[in-house]
């Protein structure tokens, strides 16, 4: 394989792990945010 | 951003790729959450932690709806932190039941957690294997009754009980009773076409799975990842960030208060809480749960299930400062009475204000004279126990 061939697939899979990431990392946060709930803590009353 | 990262491609296919992730963790969420499953779970496992008041609660809603119906039906006591601490277990109380009343003599449950809203023991009561002669005992107090809409609504979309379907408690807020006050609101109807996340498992049952992993966690751990999530990047131990080992629950611990009240200073400090908050608390949102509460005892009623408001002692600075409800209150609870429901009020039981560990929870050593005073009570109700 040329190095001229393997250089764009090598972007695009960079590429993908950057929006692949991205997008975890975005999902996690709006689920960890949607469930904070300070009074499910428990306060012992 | 570099020119390469803004590759359409990629991000198109790493959007396929995390919504597939997605669809793999909901089928395995709802799953492992379904009702099915759930009677399959060990009832500790339930607990994120000892003092998991809701994963013992939703623990023990499932444990008797997997029970053969006892002979001599059920008592459920629902209720807040004041029955928490006020009763004490169930095995004592059941233990003088059935001295009283012999083999026929009801099985009883205590279901409580701290901060209980009416909306939850609604959705709680409504969840339960209550059939024709079950006796419902209900924890009431001005406190109990000042969560009201905003609480209900938060039963739709961020529940602590999320594992207890909310259906019935959808059909209750529609009757005209409730819906008289809160206008049929927007969350009572059908809002899954505006916001399609709500239908999926791992949002509803987002708070459950959320406090179950962070209570088995060691305390390091969640401290890093709420410091890394919270800004707080100087504060956050990264090593502890990827410690993932878990801890064993074991049997969960009911009582958080000993036989050491607090201070003259703090409880003056609480009462002082009351007043500037509680009371106007109570004459915003009372109206929708009593209302939750009048509904939930003609639902009972007319399935023959006897409701019991219990109202526990509370010592005299408590009754003093919550003075501007009273009135309101005791109307409320006259047309409850009327509704069909029977009150056993201990407020005045002989306890003075250093019995209790701040104004309404009593501390351990009276808890054998207050479960004394609450079952002659319960036995002198008129209910008929034996023939339940």
């Known amino acids: 394989m040329s190095t001229e061939s393997a250089r764009p697939r090598r972007d695009f899979i960079l590429a993908y792990l950057f929006w692949l990431a991205v997008l975890i990392v975005v999902c996690v ?8 709930l300070s009074s499910f803590r428990y306060a012992g009353f | 951003m570099s020119g390469k990262l803004l590759n359409g491609r990629a991000f198109v296919a790493a959007f396929i790729t995390v919504a ?5 963790v909901e089928i395995e969420v709802r799953s492992a959450l379904s009702d099915q499953a759930l009677k399959d779970w060990p009832e500790d496992s339930f607990l994120a932690h000892e003092r998991d008041d809701h994963g013992r609660l939703m623990a023990g809603v499932f444990a008797a709806r997997s029970e053969d119906p006892p002979p001599g039906g059920h008592v459920f006591v629902i209720g807040g932190s004041t029955v928490r601490e006020g009763l004490l277990p169930d095995a004592v109380i059941q233990r003088g039941l059935s001295d009283a009343l012999g083999a026929e003599a009801p099985e009883i ?15 709680v009561a409504l969840n339960l294997p209550l059939q024709h002669g079950d006796t419902l005992v209900i924890g009431v107090n001005p406190r109990r009754l000042s969560f009201g809409e905003p609480a209900l609504a938060r039963e739709f ?5 999320s594992l207890l379907s909310n259906e019935s408690l959808r059909a209750l807020a529609a009757t005209d009773t409730i ?20 239908s999926l498992a791992v949002f509803e049952h987002r708070l459950f799975m959320r406090n179950w992993v962070e209570g088995r966690l060691n305390a390091n751990t969640v401290g890093a990842w709420d410091n890394l999530f919270g800004g707080k990047l100087g504060d956050v131990d990264w090593l502890a960030l990827a410690d993932v080992d878990t801890r064993n629950v074991r049997r969960p611990l009911r009582y958080a208060y000993g036989d050491q009240a607090l201070t003259k200073r703090e ?3 609480i009462a002082a809480a009351v007043a500037s908050t509680r009371i106007d608390a109570f004459f915003e949102h009372s109206p929708v749960d009593f209302a939750i509460l009048q509904s939930l005892i003609e639902t009972q009623l007319a399935d023959d299930v006897y409701v019991i408001l219990l109202e526990l002692p509370r010592a005299q600075s408590s009754t003093d400062v919550y003075g501007p409800v009273w009135a309101d209150y005791e109307t409320g609870m006259s047309a409850l009475v009327e509704a069909g429901a029977t009150r056993l009020d201990l407020r005045n039981a002989p306890f003075g204000d250093d019995d209790f560990y701040d104004l309404e929870h009593l501390l351990a050593p009276f808890r054998p ?20």
């Open chain 1, 29 to 36: 946060a709006i689920w960890l945010s949607s469930s904070a």
């Open chain 2, 20 to 24: 597939l992730i997605l669809v793999v």
């Open chain 2, 109 to 123: 449950h205590t279901l409580y957690s701290f901060d209980q809203t009416m909306a939850e023991t609604a959705r």
């Open chain 2, 157 to 161: 979309v961020a529940s602590r009980f």
């Open chain 2, 179 to 198: 819906a008289a006050i809160t206008g049929n609101e927007p969350w009572l109807s059908e809002t899954r076409l505006l916001t399609p996340w709500d």
């Open chain 2, 267 to 269: 409880k003056a400090e």
């Open chain 2, 369 to 388: 004279d207050l479960t004394d005073m609450f079952f002659e009570e319960l036995l002198g109700a008129e209910l008929d126990l034996e023939q339940s």
